[in-house]
């Protein structure tokens, strides 16, 4: 038969690769003071970037999990099966202690040193992160009742992955998750209805309907229901201590718009068996600091889905050639692909920025726990905003083939929203900020002064923070236009970041595009000056060694 055609101008396959060969994270993992984490977060990285890894992430998307209420013989089991692929991923994860090491480890950086391998990881799959994350905040929940803590919390943060519905006691590690929602309530848990009745042994019977639990498969599960006391929160155990299964329900798996290999689950509670965490009348104040952790995961996540868009859609123009150059060489590419970069390392910056403040935070520095406080939901709400349109744009580099799975830049743009709506949509991430500045007032003035650091090393900047002085004092319809101030403490957090620590060529191609307004409402839209070339750079994919 006589070829029809001969293939040329294709991308080589994106493997191979150094995840952690990243500049802006590596810095950011120094400043930390976690340098001593880079050997194993370059290991992580080559892992993260190479074609095995790839498949694991592929094929536990392509193959979703599934729900089996009954076993053959009528038997209700309440459980999920996963493609084998899944449970590398976690394996992995757990493994390399992303899902809790900074619990017991006392080395300065811990958080900031797990939150690198987060991001690097991360972009490999970003389903499985879900539970991962959830452990790592069930830690400081479970807190707040000693005994409980001191109970499992040798189990949670073991980088062991023992898959499997067994008594918590007899398994090498544990996974956690989180049961807040109701169908009625969404993210008002306080119109909750399932309710908690005290027994006599000290532990409680809860009944009611969680319309949204991901990861059902979890070992223990940190749930929020009304005691007598009001809204508290309760550690639910899987199994029990005599091996039988509690009850709790799986009713049906959500289908998702993306986020396909981990499971999402309605769980209805039948008199299942919990254990008051924290006070009676305190649930919402017990498990924020949980919800806390997870939306520095949500900052983290978007920061990293949008590097890997950043680094496919540079490894795509470098290689593909159009009009007679490569596509890196057009000047209206370079300017999409720089602005870009450019999105991905402001983000990446103000996401670990954020972990070495939890570091500082949790060794009683009370100036970063204010600057943590307000930040992460500054940056909650803006960072995990800008991840689908940056998405859409990264896949748009690819052409028609990055409208095609094999690509796999269709999960990417699938994935991206979900950071937004996980742990509050974006309207309840900016009114948290709000009810942080009214409740706190010194967050403002610690937020400020984490600005001020900056001060007199770029004008754009400078009238950036004078203008948002003049928004934060200006109290009329403040909660009508709580987006667009959040939305200009964000910028202004990430310019004076990147001033202060960044690439000088992204630092200035953000405070002309984002701050001094000379951009459009589209990527790809930086004014001249800026050096497109140092910036495109920075995210061209590094061979692992």
């Known amino acids: 038969m006589t070829a029809t055609h001969e293939v ?66 009528g038997h209700r089991i309440d459980e999920v099966e996963f493609h084998p692929h899944w449970h590398e991923l976690m394996r992995t994860a757990v493994g390399h202690g992303l ?57 949670l943060t073991a980088t062991e992955y023992d898959f499997g519905l067994r008594e918590p006691h007899g398994k090498r590690g544990l996974i956690a998750g989180m049961s807040m929602t109701e169908k009625q309530g969404g993210s008002d848990v306080r119109a909750n209805t399932t309710t908690a009745v005290p027994q006599p042994d000290g532990s409680y019977r809860l ?35 005599d091996g039988t299964r509690n009850r709790l329900r799986l009713q049906r798996l ?10 999402s689950a309605e769980i209805e509670y039948d008199e299942a068996y919990g254990l008051l965490v924290g006070e009676e009348g305190r649930g919402v104040r017990t498990i924020i ?105 990264a896949l748009e580099c690819l052409g028609g083939n990055g409208y095609v799975e094999e690509s796999g830049m269709p999960r990417l743009y699938r994935e991206a929203p979900l950071v937004s709506i996980w742990e509050g949509s974006g309207n309840v991430a900016a009114l948290d900020a709000l009810r942080a500045m009214a409740k706190h007032p010194e967050t403002v003035d610690a937020f400020l002064g984490e600005l001020d650091a900056a ?8 009238a950036a923070v004078a203008d948002l002085r003049k928004r934060l004092a200006d109290l009329d319809q403040l909660e009508y236009r709580t987006r667009r101030l959040v939305e200009a403490m964000a910028l202004a957090f990430q310019g004076s970041l990147l001033v202060r620590y960044g690439d000088p060529a992204v630092a200035d191609a953000f405070c002309a595009s984002r701050l001094g307004g000379d951009h459009g409402a589209a990527f790809g839209t930086l004014p001249p000056g800026p050096d497109a070339a140092a910036i495109i750079d920075r995210a061209r994919p590094v061979p692992a060694a």
């Open 254 to 263: 959500k289908d998702k718009l993306g986020n396909k290999s981990n499971a």
């Open 8 to 73: 040329t101008n294709q991308v080589p396959l994106p493997y191979g690769h150094d995840t952690a060969a990243d500049p802006a994270l590596l810095a950011a993992l120094h400043r930390a003071g976690a340098g001593w984490a880079e050997p194993a977060l370059r290991e992580l990285g080559r892992l993260a970037g190479s074609e095995q890894a790839a498949e694991w992430g592929r094929l536990a998307n392509e193959n979703p999990p599934v729900l089996r209420t009954h076993d053959r013989f």
């Open 99 to 155: 899902h809790a090491a900074p619990w017991r480890d006392e080395r300065p950086g811990a958080h900031a040193a797990r939150a690198a391998g987060f991001f690097v990881w991360g972009q490999v799959e970003a389903g499985h992160t879900c539970p991962v994350s959830m452990t790592y905040a069930a830690v400081p929940a479970l807190r707040a009742t000693p005994a409980l803590a001191a109970e499992f919390e040798p189990l």
């Open 455 to 462: 001060a007199g090393a770029d004008r754009r900047l400078d």
């Open 207 to 241: 009944t009611g309907h969680k319309w949204f639990t991901s990861a059902p498969m979890s070992d223990l599960f940190l749930a929020l229901a009304q005691a007598p006391g009001g809204l508290s929160c309760f550690l639910l155990p899987r199994v029990l201590p």
């Open 289 to 393: 600091e949980m919800v806390n952790m997870t939306r520095l995961d949500c900052t983290i996540g978007a920061a990293s889905g949008m590097r890997l868009g950043a680094t496919r859609a540079v490894q795509h123009a470098l290689h593909r050639r159009a009009f007679g150059r490569a596509l890196v060489d057009q000047p209206l590419m370079r300017n999409v692909l720089a602005d870009l970069v450019v999105e991905s390392e402001a983000a990446t910056t103000v996401a670990m920025r954020l972990a070495q403040a939890t570091d500082a935070a949790l060794a009683g520095d009370e100036r970063e726990a204010l600057v943590r406080r307000l930040g992460l939901a500054v940056a909650k709400y803006w960072v995990c905003k800008r991840g689908p349109a940056h998405a859409a744009e």
